[in-house]
């Protein structure tokens, strides 16, 4: 997976107003509390990013899920 196309399930998950928030601000557990934006930052694979993502947020990634 891209990293544009991340962004992109992200948006379509929580909306554009919000998905730049919760890259920033929203630690997921399964990155080591580590939020989207600094996982990338780190080097974490995009896939791997988006799986962690709809494991902490399942009702809201169900649609875009793999």
């Known amino acids: 997976m891209r990293i544009s196309d ?6 379509l ?4 107003a919000w998905a730049p928030s ?5 630690a997921i557990s399964e990155l080591g509390s ?3 934006n600094e996982a990338l930052k ?4 995009a896939d791997e990013i988006w799986r962690a993502v ?4 399942p009702a809201e990634t169900e649609k875009y899920r793999y």
């Open 54 to 57: 709809c494991k902490q947020c």
């Open 13 to 16: 998950s929580f909306g554009e």
């Open 34 to 36: 580590l939020t989207v």
């Open 42 to 45: 780190e080097g974490r694979e």
């Open 6 to 11: 991340l962004r992109e399930r992200l948006s």
């Open 22 to 26: 919760f890259s920033e601000d929203i």
